[in-house]
């Protein structure tokens, strides 16, 4: 994943992006995949995930992390539960990475996707514009 990352990020810096004023972001696997670009060391500004994994895979932590991290979570998730999402909170606090985490109650896994019996248009917004708020807070 690592290594498609890298070439993700080489494919925009040709394309003239200035890739060090970048904010990942996700939902689902995409989420999962913001994380674990955290976590590579990849210099970015911030990190987002919207219902993603949060599980740290074994001989990784967050020691690299260079952005601020922001994850987006449903409490009525049972996919990732609340308790793997308090643990991603300590590891992020134990690695001193700037991070803000939040949950919405009643929300499940995929509380974004408009053609699921999940969507949740509550937490589908708010979540929505607290990324578009941070993102002038971190760039």
């Known amino acids: 994943m690592r290594a498609l990352m ?3 990020l080489e494919a ?8 060090n004023n970048v904010v990942v972001m996700g939902y689902c696997f995409g989420g999962e995949a913001a994380l674990e670009m955290a976590r590579s060391g990849a210099n970015m500004k911030g990190f987002v ?14 020691k690299n992390t260079k952005g601020k991290a922001m994850v987006f979570h449903g409490t ?4 990732i539960s609340i308790n793997d999402f308090a643990q991603f909170a300590e590891e992020l606090e ?22 699921s019996d999940r969507y949740r248009e509550d937490a589908d917004k708010a ?9 002038d807070e971190v760039l």
Not at 50 to 58: A, I, K, R, V
Not at 104 to 110: I, L, M, R
Not at 127 to 135: K, M, Q, T, V
Request: net charge negative.
């Open 127 to 135: 979540s929505w514009n607290r990324f578009l708020e941070s993102l």
């Open 12 to 19: 925009a810096k040709s394309k003239g992006i200035n890739i």
């Open 76 to 79: 009525a998730d049972t996919a």
């Open 49 to 62: 995930s919207f219902h993603g994994d949060l599980t740290t895979p074994e001989g990784q932590n967050h």
């Open 6 to 8: 890298h070439g993700a």
């Open 94 to 115: 134990a690695s001193n990475v700037p991070h803000e985490m939040v949950t919405y109650g009643g929300a499940p896994h995929a509380f974004t996707e408009f053609s």
